[in-house]
């Protein structure tokens, strides 16, 4: 069985706009019922965020370690995770966000799952903590992806999946030894258009190069998102719909439309229409927002849909769509100090 105290966990941090809350993520950690190994904060191209967390902990408590370092890739969240994996002395490494907060047993359901020698990574739960202390009237539970969370539709308890969702989620190191490192190109990059899906690649690539592998999501393993105001409104909930059918398109050009979008079917020809008729009947029924959530679920599934399409386009124009880094076993990559940071090449 794995120990927990053999996890590291990684935060990709670009922003001191979010300073309060990679400080909070990084507290969420210390407060963890099995501790981990180490907390790498993965700095994505911005130095002077790199040297103020360099200074915040530069002296980490007795027993902490608190790592620093900048993301040695190309900017973007892909890259950042990779950077993390090649300078991570765990057997397993863990992603959270930086703007989460990761409950106290957070930790201790993931070692757990890797009891069994079969299984490669393990999600857990996601839970919006909107700006505005509640959830928008005519926002669907099914679209909450858009703001990073667990969604309508997906499984509960403990289950096998096809991909995990990237914000909370486990590797053993061994899945990317075998499917190698995140792709760069596809997922964020800052506050550029929202993209996404770099998980869901990695984890098909995963289950081809590894088709015993197990992939779980364990809804015990809880985190709280913070959702800021500008993802509250609807001009956000449409363009990001948009990009996901574009990353989706990628997503099926790399690994084929029946692996990348075979959880996306049974999603749009059942969750959704649920959804819908939930919102028509509420309104009838002359409930708040009813009316709103059924229209935004046509509007997210018709905008999905249009970034789908010009993506598939683009992708067929295109010799090459995104990179898949080789990420360097833990042993031979370039290493910090405790509470340090380095330059490096790319993951």
């Known amino acids: 069985m794995t120990?927990?105290?053999?996890?590291?966990?990684?935060?990709?941090?670009?922003?001191?706009?979010?300073?309060?809350?990679?400080?909070?993520?990084?507290?969420s950690m210390r407060a963890q019922s099995r501790p981990a190994l180490e907390t790498l904060l993965v700095v994505d191209h911005n130095p002077a965020?790199?040297?103020?967390?360099?200074?915040?902990?530069?002296?980490?408590?007795?027993?902490?370690?608190?790592?620093v370092l900048a993301n040695a890739g190309p900017q973007g969240l892909s890259a950042g995770r990779n950077t993390g994996i090649a300078a991570s002395r765990g057997s397993v490494i863990a992603f959270l966000d930086d703007d989460a907060v990761?409950?106290?047993?957070?930790?201790?359901h993931f070692a757990a799952a890797?009891?069994?020698p079969r299984v490669m990574a393990v999600g857990g739960r996601t839970e919006p903590v909107w700006?505005?202390?509640?959830?928008?009237?005519?926002?669907?539970?099914?679209?909450?992806?858009?703001?990073?969370?667990?969604?309508?539709?997906?499984?509960?308890g403990k289950v096998r999946v096809r991909n995990v969702l990237g914000g909370n989620a486990s590797f053993r190191r061994e899945a990317f030894d075998a499917a190698?490192?995140?792709?760069?190109?596809?997922?964020?990059?800052?506050?550029?258009?929202?993209?996404?899906?770099?998980?869901?690649?990695?984890?098909?690539?995963?289950?081809?190069?590894?088709?015993?592998?197990?992939?779980?999501?364990?809804?015990?393993?809880?985190?709280?998102?913070?959702?800021?105001?500008?993802?509250?409104r609807f001009g956000y909930f449409r363009t990001r719909a948009y990009a996901e059918g574009l990353s989706k398109a990628l997503v099926a050009r790399?690994?084929?439309?029946?692996?990348?979008?075979?959880t996306e079917?049974?999603?749009?020809?059942?969750?959704?229409?649920?959804?819908?008729?939930?919102?028509?009947?509420?309104?009838?029924?002359?409930?708040?927002?009813?009316?709103?959530?059924?229209?935004?679920?046509?509007?997210?599934?018709?905008?999905?849909?249009g970034g789908y399409v010009l993506g598939t386009v683009r992708a067929r124009r295109n010799s090459s769509t995104f990179a898949i880094a080789d990420v360097p076993p833990s042993s031979a990559g370039p290493r910090s100090a405790p509470g340090g940071h380095r330059e490096g090449a790319a993951a």
Do not use: M
């Open 3 to 27: 120990d927990c105290t053999d996890i590291s966990v990684v935060i990709c941090v670009y922003t001191e706009d979010r300073w309060e809350d990679i400080l909070a993520a990084v507290e």
């Open 49 to 67: 965020l790199l040297d103020r967390l360099t200074n915040e902990y530069k002296e980490g408590e007795e027993g902490e370690v608190v790592r």
């Open 102 to 108: 990761a409950e106290r047993d957070w930790l201790r």
């Open 114 to 116: 890797y009891a069994d």
């Open 131 to 156: 700006a505005s202390r509640s959830r928008p009237a005519w926002f669907p539970e099914e679209f909450d992806w858009v703001v990073g969370c667990t969604y309508k539709g997906l499984p509960q």
């Open 180 to 232: 190698g490192g995140f792709a760069t190109g596809i997922g964020r990059d800052g506050d550029k258009r929202p993209l996404g899906c770099e998980e869901t690649e990695l984890c098909i690539r995963l289950s081809r190069a590894r088709p015993d592998a197990v992939l779980l999501i364990d809804d015990r393993a809880v985190i709280h998102h913070k959702v800021p105001a500008v993802r509250e």
């Open 254 to 262: 790399s690994v084929g439309a029946d692996k990348g979008l075979e």
């Open 265 to 305: 079917r049974r999603y749009t020809t059942r969750v959704l229409p649920a959804g819908v008729a939930r919102g028509l009947r509420d309104a009838l029924l002359g409930r708040r927002g009813g009316a709103g959530r059924a229209g935004a679920i046509v509007t997210g599934v018709a905008a999905a849909a």
